[in-house]
């Protein structure tokens, strides 16, 4: 899976309407749809999709064809995040009509291309669902331990230094488990 951390844009017209696609990460969704209606106080449709993870890691999915035929925008567009396995992650497409009706068919081919044409010029990240962990350890053993979290790519987030040492740490299961804690 993968995912955005910052905004990008593509334009694509077919048949003289233009089609511009913003893919930003799922939390600034909502203000860059605002910001986006006040830019394109023209523009005939704001379509939208998104997928994110929710506090059970479970994949949370919704998307909008905002009076385009059903089905003919919204779910297409969800389709191309689905199928690049793309998370975290939400698409606004900006639609000015050009005159000419490109029909359901059209419509689907255009919004998916739309879709797809944004995530080519956009960079994503690696989702890894990570955990964070508390272990203690004694003053004597902290170089060793320090050295095996290292090894395991285990990122040491705090360190509290009392009668022994706690460690606050954060990493993905895997790594936990190759490193044995």
């Known amino acids: 899976m993968k995912f955005v951390q910052?905004?990008?844009?593509?334009?694509?017209?077919?048949k003289k309407s233009k089609f511009i696609a913003h893919?930003?990460?799922?939390?600034?969704?909502?203000?860059?749809?605002?910001?986006?209606?006040?830019?394109?106080?023209?523009?005939?449709?704001?379509?939208y999709a998104y997928r994110f993870l929710n506090e059970f890691s479970q994949v949370v999915e919704n998307c909008s064809d905002d009076g385009e035929p059903k089905g003919t925008s919204g779910r297409p567009s969800l389709?191309?995040?689905?199928?690049?396995?793309?998370?975290?992650?939400?698409?606004?497409?900006?639609?000015y009509f050009g005159g000419v009706k490109l029909g359901t068919g059209g419509l689907v081919k255009a919004y998916s291309d739309a879709v797809n044409q944004v995530c080519k010029e956009a960079v994503f990240k690696?989702?890894?669902?990570?955990?964070?962990?508390?272990?203690?350890?004694?003053?004597?053993?902290?170089?060793?331990?320090?050295?095996?979290?290292?090894?395991?790519?285990?990122?040491?987030?705090?360190?509290k230094f009392e009668k022994k040492v706690?460690?606050?740490?954060?990493?993905?299961?895997?790594?936990?488990?190759?490193?044995?804690?």
């Open 79 to 95: 389709k191309v995040l689905n199928g690049a396995n793309i998370i975290n992650s939400a698409v606004v497409i900006v639609r």
């Open 126 to 159: 690696e989702y890894q669902n990570l955990i964070e962990k508390t272990i203690e350890v004694d003053y004597c053993e902290l170089s060793k331990m320090e050295y095996r979290l290292k090894e395991n790519n285990i990122e040491i987030v705090e360190k």
């Open 23 to 47: 893919l930003c990460p799922y939390n600034q969704y909502k203000s860059m749809l605002e910001r986006l209606k006040k830019e394109h106080p023209k523009a005939r449709h704001f379509v």
């Open 166 to 181: 706690t460690l606050l740490l954060n990493s993905t299961e895997e790594n936990y488990i190759l490193a044995n804690l």
């Open 6 to 14: 910052e905004e990008f844009s593509s334009t694509l017209e077919i």
